[in-house]
């Protein structure tokens, strides 16, 4: 089940499975061939260059009561300098196509104003009961 979050004006996807059809997955991945990984090399995304990586997950036909085989893709590019992941795209036939993809990379410094403290900022004399000291 897809369930959508909003959480302080930000939007997630969170794919939730049931205990049964989680155990039936996890047993599934120990009766699939080994998994192939492959090096992609770098790729400039949003201006950043990030390093890529496939895997290649195979399901034998009748490994889990799939008359064909099929495979699970995931392709990762990660970003060493920002030491994030820039973008993934998982392909599994029994869930489909997730993509995630980092937009609006701003590597500019940001404006000097943010970081001054306003006129009108004034510090109150008076001290939090926290560092007020132990009654006696």
Do not use: C
């Not at 302080?8 to 120990?30: C, D, F, H, I, P």
């Not at 390093?51 to 699970?72: D, H, K, M, S, Y």
């Not at 893709?73 to 995630?100: A, C, Q």
């Amino acid at each position: 089940v897809a369930l959508t979050i909003i959480h302080q004006g930000k939007e997630r996807t969170v794919n939730l499975t049931t205990r049964e059809r989680a155990a039936t997955y996890n047993a599934s991945m120990s009766l699939t061939g080994e998994p192939e990984a492959e090096n992609l090399g770098n790729q400039v995304i949003e201006g950043v260059t990030a390093q890529g990586r496939r895997t290649r997950q195979p399901v034998a036909a009748g490994a889990i009561g799939n008359e064909r085989a099929f495979e699970v893709v995931n392709e990762t590019w990660f970003s060493p300098d920002l030491r994030v992941m820039m973008m993934e795209k998982h392909s599994d036939p029994r869930s489909g196509d997730i993509v995630y993809r980092l937009t609006n990379v701003n590597r500019q410094d940001p404006d000097r104003s943010l970081f001054r403290v306003p006129k009108d900022y004034r510090v109150s004399p008076q001290l939090s009961p926290a560092f007020l000291p132990a009654a006696q």
